[in-house]
C-alpha cells in the first residue's frame, strides 16, 4: 500500500515484486484469528460488531452484501449473527487459505453465502448489484487504493453503502508515540512469535504507518465519488470505521 505521495516502504516493495503477500496470508491463515484476539485483547469483536450495527437495511428488501479482503470471513460471520436469515454474502479475497478457514465457519445448510477467490481491484462482478460493502483491515493490502475505491462505487447499487475499517494512526500526543513504538517494535515480534511468520507483522506494521488515515482517507473516497464520508475512531485513532454512500445521481 503506498502513501500518499505514492511511495511504498522497502519490504512492501519486496514482497510485491515477489507475489509473496498473499502467501504470507496463507501462512498465518490458521492461526490469524486467535492472533487478533490476542493482538487486539479481545476488541477486534467489538469493532466488527460496529461495522454491523452501522450498515443500513431497509425492511422487506432484497440485500446483498460483499466482504472485500474477507480473510476469515469473520465480518460475515458476525453479520449473520445479528441477521440469521437475512442477506445475500459473498466474500471475497486472494488468499485461499484464508478463505479456506472462512468456509468452516459457516452453517452447510444456510444457502445465502458464498466465498471466492477474487481481486479486490478486478472484482468480474456486475456494476449496481450490490446493496452494502465491507471491507475489515484490507484497503492496506491493495496495490492501488483508489482503483480498489472505484470498484467498490461501481457494483454498488446507487444509494448503496461502503463501511471500511482499518487501522490508523492516533493524530498526536503521547498516545501516538506509543502506539508507533508499539507497531515498530513490539508487533512484529509478538505476531511473528504466536505465528512463525514475523515478516507478515512486519508488513502489517510498515502498511499502517505509511496508510493516509482520518480525513486523508475521506478524500480518496470523495474523489471517486462517495457521499457524505464519515469517520468514527477507536482507541482514540488506532482503528477507524469509514463509511460513506453512492450517490443516486452519480457520474
Known amino acids: 500500500m503506498s502513501d500518499k505521495k505514492g511511495n511504498k516502504s522497502n519490504l512492501e516493495i519486496e514482497l510485491r515484486q515477489k507475489g509473496e503477500i498473499f502467501r504470507l496470508f496463507n501462512q498465518i491463515a490458521c492461526k490469524y484469528d486467535i492472533t487478533n484476539r490476542l493482538l487486539s485483547l479481545g476488541q477486534d469483536t467489538y469493532w466488527r460488531n460496529e461495522l454491523i450495527r452501522q450498515i443500513k437495511i431497509e425492511e422487506g428488501q432484497e440485500f446483498f452484501l460483499l466482504d472485500i479482503a474477507t480473510g476469515t470471513g469473520e465480518v460475515m460471520k458476525t453479520f ?53 460493502v465491507t471491507m475489515a483491515f484490507g484497503i492496506r493490502n491493495v496495490s492501488d487504493v483508489s482503483t480498489a475505491l472505484k470498484e467498490i ?16 494512526l492516533p493524530q498526536r500526543g503521547l498516545w501516538r508515540r506509543i502506539y508507533l513504538f508499539y507497531l515498530r517494535y513490539l508487533l512484529p515480534y509478538l505476531g511473528g512469535f504466536w505465528t512463525g511468520c514475523p515478516s507478515a507483522y512486519r508488513y502489517l506494521s510498515e502498511t499502517i504507518c505509511k496508510f493516509p488515515s482520518h480525513d486523508r482517507f475521506s478524500k480518496l473516497m470523495q474523489e471517486v465519488g462517495f457521499i457524505d464520508t464519515k469517520w468514527k475512531e477507536f482507541n482514540r485513532g488506532a482503528v477507524l470505521l469509514y463509511t460513506a454512500y453512492k450517490s443516486y445521481k452519480y457520474k
Not at 155 to 167: D, T
Open 80 to 132: 449473520r449473527q445479528f441477521y440469521p436469515m437475512h442477506g445475500y454474502l459473498l466474500g471475497i479475497d486472494l488468499s485461499e487459505g484464508m478463505i479456506r478457514e472462512g468456509m468452516d465457519k459457516f452453517d452447510k445448510t444456510d444457502q445465502k453465502y458464498l466465498f471466492a477467490v477474487m481481486d479486490a481491484m478486478c472484482q468480474g462482478i456486475k456494476s449496481e448489484m450490490i446493496n452494502a
Open 153 to 168: 462505487y461501481r457494483v454498488l447499487k446507487p444509494g448503496g453503502q461502503v463501511l471500511i475499517l482499518e487501522f490508523g
